[in-house]
């Protein structure tokens, strides 16, 4: 089966005025604001992947017995424009992103769409929704690729049709106090994101279904995020509701948890190789809930932070469990989490070199 598509262009016959698309642009927050456009391409087991539309973004119709809102088979993806100094615009690690959606899609008895594809749909709406980049720091074009179930059968198989989107969001920072105000935490001691065998690996929407009401737990005491344990011993860390976690010690050295049931971030992975090229020492290896609590309250810990593409880093600084509540340092950012935030965010930004090749250039 071919892996090029010609995507045909359908420009927005109105789109956003100028002056509207600024106040909107002007604080946007996260996930409300959204382009002129969207990508759209199909694929049946006859015809392969067809179809490819660059449209105006549109409600779609969708059968009420589409496979996707029966069983949920359903992945998708989430990386940022940035706009460059020059007026540009780039991309980091998209490749990443490719790959990961082939691997979820994999697991989810899905397609796998060609990376060439994918990186090509993204190219086409970054391209054509450019005015939709906010400028400044910390603002950014966030990009979501999906792919659904889209089957009219209600019989349980792997469906035989899907539809592959592409749309996008001017964002600000992910936390409403903002891009560096240390977050707080809730570790649920009663429901688990993901167990071994299962799809924690994945980026499917039914892990963050599952996730919602840990995620509700934590909002009720008063937490910005979850904590997910491991499922079979309820003591290893996980990671947070969307975002993977690092631990920094005294000694100078960083802890994450391993790969397997949680998700492989694309930031995890970009601050391993960030740490280790300025010489900290980081290690991939379980951590308890115990022996997080005991390091917090020794001082062993210094630092903790979330990462993801959403939130980039995120200091943890409160942590709350129903066995009582813990700080971090001195319960606000660290020095080492705010330094491995300026070394990725240089990098993406056009701001600092790129030894390892990590953006791509759309324009
Ligand atoms: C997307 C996601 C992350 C972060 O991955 P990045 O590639 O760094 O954006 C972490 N955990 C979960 C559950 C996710 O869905």
Request: proline share 6%; charged share 25%.
């Amino acid at each position: 089966m071919s892996d090029t598509l010609k995507f045909v262009r359908h420009p927005h016959p109105n789109p956003t005025p100028a002056d509207k698309r600024a106040a909107l642009l002007a604080n946007p927050g996260f996930g409300r604001v959204f382009s002129d456009h969207m990508v759209t391409i199909r694929y049946s087991d006859a015809k392969g992947w067809h179809d490819a539309r660059v449209e105006p973004r549109a409600p779609i119709p969708l059968d009420p017995a589409a496979a996707v809102l029966h069983y949920a088979q359903e992945i998708f993806e989430g990386l940022k424009a940035y706009k460059t100094a020059d007026g540009g615009a780039t991309l980091f690690r998209p490749i990443e992103n490719a790959r990961r959606f082939q691997q979820s899609a994999e697991r989810l008895a899905m397609p796998k769409l060609p990376e060439k594809i994918f990186l090509e749909a993204v190219d086409e709406l970054v391209n054509i929704d450019r005015d939709w980049i906010p400028d400044g720091d910390g603002s950014s074009l966030y990009i979501r690729p999906f792919m659904f179930a889209n089957e009219t059968f209600l019989g349980v198989k792997p469906s035989s049709d899907y539809l592959f989107i592409v749309i996008a969001s001017s964002v600000g920072a992910y936390f409403k106090s903002g891009a560096d105000t240390a977050v707080s935490v809730w570790v649920s001691q009663e429901y688990t994101r993901a167990a071994p065998g299962g799809t924690g690996a994945a980026k499917c929407g039914g892990n963050y279904a599952a996730s919602l009401l840990a995620q509700a737990e934590a909002t009720h005491h008063k937490c910005d995020q979850v904590v997910f344990l491991d499922a079979a011993e309820r003591k290893w860390i996980e990671e947070l509701g969307g975002m993977n976690v690092f631990f920094v010690f005294n000694d100078g050295s960083m802890t994450t948890p391993p790969l397997g049931t949680i998700l492989p971030g694309i930031t995890r992975s970009s601050v391993l190789t960030l740490a280790r090229d300025k010489g900290i020492s980081v290690r991939e290896e379980k951590y308890s809930y115990d022996q997080w609590k005991a390091d917090a309250k020794s001082g062993k810990l210094r630092e903790a932070f979330a990462c993801g593409t959403a939130a980039v880093l995120t200091p943890i600084g409160t942590v709350r469990a129903p066995d009582g509540e813990f700080v971090i340092g001195n319960g606000q950012s660290g020095a080492r989490t705010a330094e491995l935030k300026k070394a990725l965010v240089d990098i993406q930004r056009g701001a600092a070199s790129d030894p390892h090749k990590w953006i791509h250039k759309v324009f």
